[in-house]
């Protein structure tokens, strides 16, 4: 086994067992916050289109199942097979027609082209090669396609003390991973706006996504937020050149 597919074995374990709890503080507000992702994502697809989507890093498969929820095509993509699964209850349970899939961010079983819009949520950081899923999301773009990503700083500079629980395990399956990660700490809007243009993307911008933040500090004790919260996530948009 190559050191590579050594980390992504422990990637896929963390996220496989966080599966169970991540975002279920969210869970009984699913549809408030799908209408927040339908109002933001909303303004990236020309109006009374149908687009073709996917999500890569979906987890628990908001932003897939918004977009389905708007009448378009929308497929949902992780590492964990246990995001996967949760993804896909979650869409049976709300009657929503979105497909879900196993699968790797730097190498998609995607196929060229295939897509309108391809977006990410929290993705970037978790990535040994980001820049490998950008070229990626750049392959099944449609020319003119548009790429979506959102993210936040999640890590300071120095290392902070493990704390219980999900914070240990963390540690303990990202210890030897995180000085592979180039965009575990410090990736700014800035710096992954920089890298999407530098790989060809045009009109590569970026915007604080306040309304997303509105919807967390409304449903998040101040202490959860500012533990879970260095800044306000951001959105970057840019483009596939034609």
């Known amino acids: ?106 190498n998609l079983s995607l196929d060229d082209g295939a897509y309108d819009l391809v977006i990410s949520k929290y993705l970037m950081w978790t990535l040994p090669h980001p820049e490998k899923f950008l070229e990626e999301c750049r392959r099944i773009l449609s020319p003119g396609g548009t790429l979506v990503l959102i993210d936040g700083v999640w890590f300071n500079e120095a290392d902070k003390e493990p704390e219980p629980d999900s914070e240990t395990y963390f540690e303990e399956c990202y210890q030897d991973i995180k000085e592979a990660l180039p965009l575990c700490k410090g990736n700014t809007a800035d710096k992954v706006t920089e890298i999407a243009a530098e790989l060809g993307f045009s009109d590569a911008s970026w915007q604080s996504l306040s309304d997303y933040d509105k919807f967390l500090r409304e449903h998040s004790s101040p202490e959860d937020y500012a533990a879970s919260y260095l800044a306000p996530p951001y959105i970057i948009y840019a483009r596939k050149p034609c």
Not at 30 to 45: A, C, F, Q
């Open 1 to 106: 086994m190559n050191k590579m597919t050594d980390y992504k074995e422990k990637i896929a374990d963390y996220w496989n067992w966080r599966s169970t709890t991540y975002h279920e503080e969210f869970s009984d507000l699913i549809k408030e916050e799908m209408e927040v992702w339908k109002k933001t994502l909303s303004e990236y697809i020309p109006e009374g289109k149908t687009i073709r989507a996917a999500e890569i890093g979906t987890g628990p498969g908001v932003l897939a199942l918004a977009l389905a929820d708007l009448g378009h095509s929308a497929t949902g993509v992780d590492l964990s097979e246990e995001m996967i699964k949760k993804a896909a209850n979650r869409a049976e349970e709300l009657g929503i027609d979105a497909k879900f899939m196993q699968g790797d961010a730097e």
